[in-house]
């Protein structure tokens, strides 16, 4: 490969990791929008995450394309491959959370017309803490920088502690009135879907662990190696 080639070469590969971080915004601004939506049960943000879902999948095929062209046409080995390869990776993630905050405009198109059984505090305060997550796991895939992902594994339990808040107060509403029950099963949706949006964030982080390292990563199996290995030392005290 000659020098005028490599330079064009790194130059899309640079371009290419540029549309990764914008898929990445587009991203954000769909979370924030999709639970704006759902507080003020505002009809033309709905459309507006709508159309920005549309515009992120035209992202996932845009990368993708360009993607596969530069593997085929440059061959890359090494760490560009695994650049190349982890921006594919990523890109599937990004475009599932799109399509989960869609997920929340559509509970916020069945409730419009009703009026909350409370004003919504927690649902907002998480969705702050996941798109800070997506924030965090892109910024650490542009700035080639591993050492993310235990902030965003500790924004994960955060999250996934606030999920089990949610629900039970959300439960705790459903049982006391039975009224409630349809719009309590919404939002019960609705932090689901939030907290898949923060584990595909823990996904981007792990990619770009690959990425840096070569090394595959995986906190839930981490987390259950772990586990085993302590209940071994029991065993080992024990006996």
């Known amino acids: 490969m000659g020098p005028e080639t490599r ?6 590969l640079k371009e290419l990791k540029q549309m990764v971080e914008e898929m990445g915004d ?7 929008l999709a639970i704006e939506s759902l507080v003020e ?13 549309r515009k992120i999948y035209a ?23 695994r650049t190349i390869g982890t921006c594919l990776k990523i890109i ?16 916020s198109k069945r409730m419009i017309g009703k009026e909350h059984m409370k004003k919504l505090v927690s649902i907002p305060h998480m969705a702050d803490m996941t798109i ?6 892109v910024d650490s895939f542009m700035e ?20 089990d808040e949610i629900f039970r107060e959300v439960l705790t509403y459903m049982i006391e009135d039975s009224s409630k029950i349809s719009m309590g099963t919404q939002y019960v949706l609705v932090i689901r879907y939030l907290e898949r949006i923060a584990d595909h964030a823990c996904n981007i982080a792990e990619r770009v662990v690959y990425m840096e390292t070569g090394e595959m990563v995986d906190h ?3 987390d259950e190696e772990e586990e085993i290995e302590k209940a071994q030392e029991d065993l080992r005290y024990k006996e």
């Open 59 to 81: 992202y996932d095929r845009h990368i993708e394309r360009n993607g596969l062209r530069l593997i085929a046409l440059q061959a890359p080995v090494a760490k560009d491959l």
């Open 7 to 12: 330079k064009s070469y790194h130059h899309e």
């Open 132 to 137: 800070d997550m997506v924030d965090m796991a």
């Open 41 to 53: 049960l505002d009809e033309e943000k709905i459309e507006k995450v709508k159309d920005l879902d």
């Open 220 to 222: 839930e199996i981490a």
């Open 26 to 32: 587009l991203a954000s601004q769909a979370i924030s």
């Open 144 to 163: 080639e920088d591993e050492s993310y992902i235990e902030e965003i594994y500790e924004n994960e339990e955060g999250v996934d502690a606030l999920y």
């Open 92 to 107: 599937t993630d990004l475009d599932r959370i799109g399509r989960y905050s869609e997920d929340i405009v559509n509970v």
